[in-house]
């Protein structure tokens, strides 16, 4: 039909296909910094321990449906694991939840249920720079998407006096999205007083806050260290808000979709319907939530022998990273590449944000094979001690 002809072509995915031009590239030189996927100090993917147990306990566990809202018992194991057992929000039963297809889709659910329920309105206020895919998700969801300050890029720092500003600005009962821990791509979170600050602002001004949840685990080795913004926001200044998990970084479960929808409200009513909506759009979208990868999640959190494995292997992970940055950073500085890179250090999280030109990025991945984001994010897991000298050379070669 003649629609077809009038379709305009879209650009791929810039870092789905950074990997794809990887993966064609020949050259044994090459490292691939681009895609957030944890690798180990082989540079090869890596299958959590804690998971290979959670396999075997679950064999034998068949293909049926899962429910709409997905497993219940992963469901409510998302809210202890956020709130702890002995909070009144899980005591009370306040959250409504779903399983969603992992962060993107937990993301698209609240989006949906916020276009359908709160109205388009509203704006949504994204930190800039964010993660590529909010903008478009809450776009494709029908609302106006603004972005307030985050990252000053001269002192390579967060811009806590524009980013307060910002948020002051924010027409009352706009939505904000919020990165829990491990800002993509800066890798710079709010201190604990200036999520403080934050949080006093979303209270006045009745903000309703959205944590992205994607990398629990991986600032500190410790979920509950890296929930604090999140109890902060809803135990200690009880608001209400959502909450996007997503598993694939500290289960490395990327390709089974696991994720959580959260959403904290006043009463144990209210959360009943919400959840009644989330199913009835999730019904919709989806219909039901793959079942693998949850079953996977339940097994280690109803085991507190996996649990114990699983908090292992989140340090495993954390403290992996943190050794790559600072041999990096060690790397850098041994060949004289021009200032100081403690931003590297102090950054957060999965990812460095290196402060490179697009120029600079483009004869890294051309001149040398090394392939990073072209804002110059890096997912430090993909250094090891095989590879970190020679990236710190090259770095040092193009920005010298
Ligand atoms: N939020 C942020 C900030 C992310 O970086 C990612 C993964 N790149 C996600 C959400 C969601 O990822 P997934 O859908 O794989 O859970």
Redesign the pocket.
Known sequence: ISFLSQIPYAQPDPIFELTAEYNRDGSTKKVNLG??AYRDENGMPWVLKSVIQAKRAIEGSGHEYLPILGLEDFRKGCTKLLFGEESPIVLENRVGSSQS???????HLVAIFLANYYSTTHKVFIPDP??N??RAIFEGAGFDVQLYSYFDSHHMALYFERLQEDLLRCPEGSIVVL?ACA??PTGIDPSFEQWKKIGKIVKDKHLFPIF?A??LGFNSGSIDTDCWAIRYFFHDLNLTGAV?M????NMGL?GE???CVQIITNTFDEAKNVESILSKLQRSEVSNPPAYGARLATAIFSSKEYMQQWKIDLRTMSCRINTMRKLLVDNLRKHNAPGSWVHVIDQNGMFGFLGLTETEVKDLRLDHHIYMAANSRISIAGLNEANVEYVAQCITSVVS
């Open positions: 895609q957030g297809i992992s962060g993107t889709g937990s993301l964010t993660w895919n909010h990165h800002h993509n992205d994607a990398y996007c997503s598993f694939s970084k990327y979709r696991v994720g």
